[in-house]
């Protein structure tokens, strides 16, 4: 993809409205190999109805910037892609508390807190290799646990679950598991609500609460329009 993304800064190069678009899709995809993340939310890569009919060439361009995502989930196992101006907002909003992640794959979120001071545990029971992506590549230690027991065992006042998978009812197992200690923290919940994450029972169960300060700068790039809710 970074090779055709390049090809297309080539021929659009006079072209700043698209050049945004390429470029954002190619620091995005250089700064993921290097264990880095995009400084600020990246743009909505796709382009309207109009400028496709009035520049029939942005076609191929619109539906490899569609694409990006896919390319990120195979190339590097991440499916939620932060940015350090959104993850400053999350170091904020948690203000020294014990953080616990869980489903959280390669570790991407943690790593980032890790780096800004947080005390966080990061959990994956790492089910979804050899689907999308075949082999982990954790950006910190990730501890090989399961949601639940994760929830009943290690302590934490702040919990992120990022992209639960639509798949099984586990995020269901983790917010009943909540109600029953009678948790009192923040439960950070990021995703799309009856759409791409989580079950459906979750988004049917569950008390959400959008905050602003932790969407400010939570954008959506693609179709996918996740958002970051406080869950009871």
Do not use: C
């Not at 390669?106 to 029971?125: A, E, F, H, M, P």
């Amino acid at each position: 993809m970074l090779v055709e993304l390049q090809q297309y800064a080539q021929q659009f190069n006079d072209q700043p409205w698209v050049m945004t678009k390429i470029m954002a899709a190619v620091n995005t995809i250089k700064q993921l190999e290097n264990h880095a993340l995009p400084d600020k939310p990246l743009p909505n890569l796709s382009f309207t109805q109009k400028q496709i009919l009035n520049y029939p060439s942005l076609m191929p361009l619109d539906d490899l910037l569609a694409n990006l995502r896919q390319e990120i989930i195979t190339t590097f196992g991440i499916w939620h892609v932060p940015n350090q101006q959104w993850l400053q907002d999350l170091h904020t909003f948690i203000a020294g508390r014990r953080v616990l992640e869980i489903m959280a794959g390669n570790g991407v979120i943690t790593s980032q807190l890790r780096k800004l001071g947080d005390q966080v545990v990061v959990t994956d029971n790492f089910d979804w290799q050899g689907q999308d992506i075949q082999i982990p590549q954790p950006w910190t230690d990730v501890k090989s646990m399961s949601a639940t027991m994760a929830i009943q065992t290690l302590p934490f006042e702040v919990l992120i679950m990022s992209w639960a998978p639509d798949t099984d009812e586990s995020d269901v197992s983790v917010l009943s598991g909540l109600r029953q200690q009678n948790f009192q923290g923040d439960f950070i919940v990021i995703g799309e609500p009856y759409l791409a994450t989580n079950s459906q029972k979750f988004w049917q169960m569950a008390d959400l609460t959008l905050k602003p300060e932790l969407n400010q700068h939570h954008t959506s790039f693609d179709v996918i329009k996740d958002h970051v809710f406080l869950v009871k």
